[in-house]
């Protein structure tokens, strides 16, 4: 599993694929978060905004390779193995991404409410945010794995269903994503740092069994 890792990592790196995403994600960052804006607030916003990316970032892993190279690949590590590679590297990806993300943010914002009455920790807003982003990285990958090989195969398809499920995933009542950025939204108007630990739980159980699923129809349709 390791040496699969490896290579999917040094696909994606030297495809440079993972440009776009990048700069999308930074300049979201940019329109929405400034300077001494109440730190939890703009931690909501690199968290929300980071599940899309992630999805992104999980279909140019799944999608990177040549059908014969992937082939290649199954043949050699297993079709089930080479999928949750790809997804994993995906994964870690937007997890990196959104980390250094919230390692900026917390820096620049400032560590009060959003009515500047309240101090809040930094620190401890970080980690929240922490966790909010790692609920929307898992998410997002989820939607990335529904939405790429092998359950949707033509892009013309998957690219609006990408978009569709990353959009429901934020705004939907009951989605782990919505949960973490409502609490961190909520908890700068009350002074108080949530712990999304629940939304959490519920992204990786969610992002599992979507990957487990994938895996098994990737084997499946490889056969």
């Not at 945010?129 to 990285?137: N, P």
């Not at 994503?177 to 908890?187: I, M």
């Not at 712990?195 to 992204?203: H, I, M, Q």
């Given at each position: 599993m390791t040496a699969l890792l490896r290579y999917q990592t040094a696909l994606l790196l030297r495809s440079q694929r993972w440009v776009?995403?990048?700069?999308?994600?930074?300049?979201?960052?940019?329109v929405g978060v400034q300077g001494g804006q109440p730190v939890l607030d703009s931690l909501g916003w690199a968290a929300?905004?980071?599940?899309?990316?992630?999805?992104?970032?999980?279909?140019?892993?799944?999608t990177g390779e040549p059908p014969a190279a992937r082939a290649c690949v199954s043949a050699a590590g297993g079709p089930a193995r080479a999928h949750l590679a790809s997804v994993l590297v995906g994964l870690g990806a937007a997890t990196a991404l959104g980390g250094a993300a919230t390692v900026v943010v917390t820096l620049i914002s400032d560590p009060v409410s959003s009515g500047h009455g309240t101090r809040v920790p930094s620190l401890?807003?970080?980690?929240?945010?922490?966790?909010?982003?790692?609920?929307?990285?898992?998410l997002g990958t989820a939607v990335g794995a529904l939405t790429s090989w092998p359950?949707?195969?033509?892009?013309?398809?998957?690219?609006?269903?990408?978009?569709?499920?990353a959009l429901l995933a934020l705004v939907a009542t009951g989605s782990p994503?919505?949960?973490?950025?409502?609490?961190?939204?909520?908890?700068s108007r009350s002074g108080t740092v949530p712990?999304?630990?629940?939304?959490?739980?519920?992204?990786v159980l969610?992002?599992?069994?979507?990957?487990?699923?994938?895996?098994?129809?990737t084997a499946r349709r490889s056969a």
């Open positions: 776009p995403p990048l700069v999308v994600y930074a300049a979201a960052l940019a929300a905004v980071l599940l899309p990316v992630a999805a992104w970032l999980v279909r140019i892993c799944v401890q807003a970080g980690g929240s945010g922490l966790l909010a982003v790692l609920v929307c990285a898992l359950v949707l195969r033509s892009p013309g398809r998957a690219v609006p269903a990408l978009l569709l499920a994503a919505h949960a973490a950025v409502t609490a961190l939204v909520t908890g712990l999304p630990l629940l939304p959490l739980a519920a992204a969610v992002t599992a069994a979507v990957t487990a699923v994938t895996c098994a129809l």
